[in-house]
């Protein structure tokens, strides 16, 4: 898990706390082959948060890392998760970003 690796770098460099706390309950077609305008549909409503990781973002800004962003579909889903349940801020940061397909130059 790539985005797993980065944000555990990441915390140890910027010395804050590093937590899985968002979970996918339902699985999906993967992302990287899927148009921008279906990308933004297939991640709606798949993650959620456990009750017992509440708590740890309640309020709090958080640092959401990813491995690679396309069309930012996987950022924007997480970050809304988040602050339904209750995060005062999402922030979003990744190692690099891939232009979509149709912004591709070959």
Do not use: W
């Amino acid at each position: 898990n790539q985005a797993r690796e980065f944000a555990v770098a990441l915390s140890n460099i910027l010395h804050i706390e590093c937590e899985q706390t968002l979970v996918k309950y339902c699985e999906t077609p993967s992302q990287h082959n899927l148009s921008a305008f279906l990308r933004h549909g297939n991640l709606t409503g798949v993650y959620t948060l456990p009750p017992d990781k509440e708590n740890l973002i309640r309020d709090k800004v958080i640092l959401l890392a990813d491995d690679i962003t396309t069309t930012g579909s996987t950022l924007h889903e997480a970050a809304k998760t988040l602050l339904i349940f209750g995060a005062k801020e999402v922030r979003g940061v990744c190692i690099a970003r891939a232009p979509a397909q149709d912004q591709m130059i070959l």
